[in-house]
């Protein structure tokens, strides 16, 4: 089984900054994209970043300039650096993985339980 487990929420006041991470853990063969998502009460989730196993970044134009995202392969870990946030960034923030568990099964796509993103005016 693979997890997904994240941590570095919180509340923050406008203009302040946070970093999220979120750890796979369980039978990982190999890890392909991994990205980070989030949920504002009442919208729909929707990407923040994602970046390949390589390296290759993608940021919603609200990321951009911002957040920073990035990877310890060697971890199975991704972070979210998130600078001058803002109270609209508010929202839970889940971390998704492309998953393989073994050379011979497909890749399958893992959430994390969400952390909670608050930022005050």
């Known amino acids: 089984q693979v997890r997904l487990v994240e941590s570095g929420g919180g509340l923050v006041q406008a203009g302040g900054s946070l970093r999220l991470s979120c750890a796979a853990t369980?039978?990982?063969?190999?890890?392909?994209?991994m990205g980070w998502y989030r949920q504002a009460p009442g919208k729909q989730r929707e990407l923040v970043a994602s970046?390949?196993?390589?390296?290759?970044?993608n940021y919603a134009d609200s990321a951009k300039g911002r957040f920073a995202i990035s990877r310890d392969n060697a971890k199975n870990t991704v972070y979210l650096q998130m600078n001058s946030l803002k109270p609209e960034d508010t929202a839970v923030y889940y971390c998704?993985?492309?998953?393989?568990?073994?050379?011979?099964?497909?890749?399958?796509?893992?959430w994390g339980q969400g952390t909670q993103v608050t930022v005050s005016s």
């Open positions: 998704n993985a492309g998953v393989r568990s073994s050379w011979f099964r497909n890749e399958n796509d893992y």
């Open positions: 369980g039978t990982i063969f190999s890890i392909n994209a």
């Open positions: 970046i390949t196993s390589g390296g290759i970044t």
